[in-house]
């Protein structure tokens, strides 16, 4: 089902070359979540299908599970980051958001999403806020952040995602296509 979106978006995509593509700047996709909690998982759903297609040599996808710190602080030299990951932000499921950041940016984020700043709109362990905070102060945050996030119906057992979230994966997967 998600194949032939897909391949239609990467061809598509790929005729959209841009000039980070023929400067070869490193792009790291991260996909977040936990894939045993439902609808938390959507980052790593993502991240899996997007492993499965040829992408070009400057971009690296990973799943980066419920460790957005670890991931953020063990990268070095990004140029752009694109973050896909269960945002809860009180609208309705399915709802995707996007927020582009550059670095120095990373307060911006709470407000965009509009959360009081103390609030974690991740479900992790250490919000995403927080690991970009983290690589932010390393001096290991990437030039420009891009996070995709999809708002939650269901944080409960199990590892499918529900009917809200799972037909945004086409639309998720051509706005991260998009990037790059």
């Given amino acids: 089902m998600y194949s032939e979106l897909f391949d239609m978006a990467v061809k598509e995509n790929r005729k ?3 000039e980070d ?7 790291l996709v991260l996909g977040l979540g936990n894939i045993l909690l439902k609808d938390e998982g959507i980052g790593v759903h993502i991240a899996h299908q997007l492993q499965k297609q ?3 040599d400057n971009v690296e996808v990973i799943d980066g599970g419920t ?7 063990s ?4 140029e752009k980051l694109v973050v896909i990951d269960a945002i809860k932000a009180g609208r309705k499921p399915g709802t995707i958001y996007k927020a582009r950041l ?7 984020l709470a407000r965009i999403f509009c959360c009081d700043k103390d609030l974690k709109i991740s479900s992790h362990q ?8 983290a690589a932010q102060m390393c001096n290991r945050a990437p030039r420009e952040i891009v996070i995709i996030g999809v708002e939650p119906k269901e944080i409960n057992y199990g590892m499918e995602l529900t009917e809200q979230v ?7 997967i051509k706005m991260v296509l998009e990037e790059f």
Avoid: Y
Wanted: positive net charge; charged residues 35%.
């Fill in 16 to 18: 959209q070359k841009t």
């Fill in 21 to 27: 593509r023929r400067q070869n700047k490193h792009i």
């Fill in 54 to 56: 040829e992408l070009l």
């Fill in 67 to 73: 460790a957005a710190m670890d991931m953020l602080l």
């Fill in 75 to 78: 990268q070095e030299g990004l």
């Fill in 102 to 108: 550059k670095a120095g940016e990373m307060d911006k």
């Fill in 126 to 133: 250490f919000g995403l806020i927080d690991a970009l905070a």
């Fill in 166 to 172: 799972s037909r945004k994966v086409p639309e998720i």
